[in-house]
Nanobody, 125 residues
Framework: QVQLVESGGGLVQAGGSLRLACAAS????????MGWFRQSPGKARDFVAA????????YYSDSVKGRFTISRDKAKNSVYLQMNSLRPEDKAVYYC??????????????????WGQGTQVTVSS
């Protein structure tokens, strides 16, 4: 049973930084793609970034490109999202997700098979 547990959310001022972590267990992650999504109240869950577990190749949404960095640590079975230059509009619940089946970068929620519980990120202006 794949489990994803996020941590690292919190309150930060605009312009600040946060690093989210996602601890993964229970799966054969070498073939997975891992993603981060975010959701604000009343809005759809939006794609943020994705990484291929094996090669470490990455893909970002235009809204975070140049500010956020996704990475993974194979030894720790963990995925990270370094968020710099945070803006009030980045405020959301951030979710870690694992795609075990499509074998490519997925940007839709339906592309992902497993989800964490989410971690709140709040950016004050």
């Amino acid at each position: 049973q794949v489990q994803l547990v996020e941590s690292g959310g919190g309150l930060v001022q605009a312009g600040g930084s946060l690093r989210l972590a996602c601890a993964a267990s229970g799966g054969t992650f070498s073939t997975y793609f891992m993603g981060w999504f975010r959701q604000s109240p009343g809005k759809a869950r939006d794609f943020v970034a994705a990484i291929g577990w094996r090669a470490g190749s990455t893909y970002y949404s235009d809204s975070v490109k140049g500010r956020f960095t996704i990475s993974r640590d194979k030894a720790k079975n963990s995925v990270y999202l370094q968020m710099n230059s945070l803006r009030p509009e980045d405020k959301a619940v951030y979710y870690c997700a694992a795609d075990a089946s499509t074998m490519t970068f997925g940007t839709r929620s339906n592309d992902y098979d497993y989800w964490g519980q989410g971690t709140q990120v709040t950016v004050s202006s």
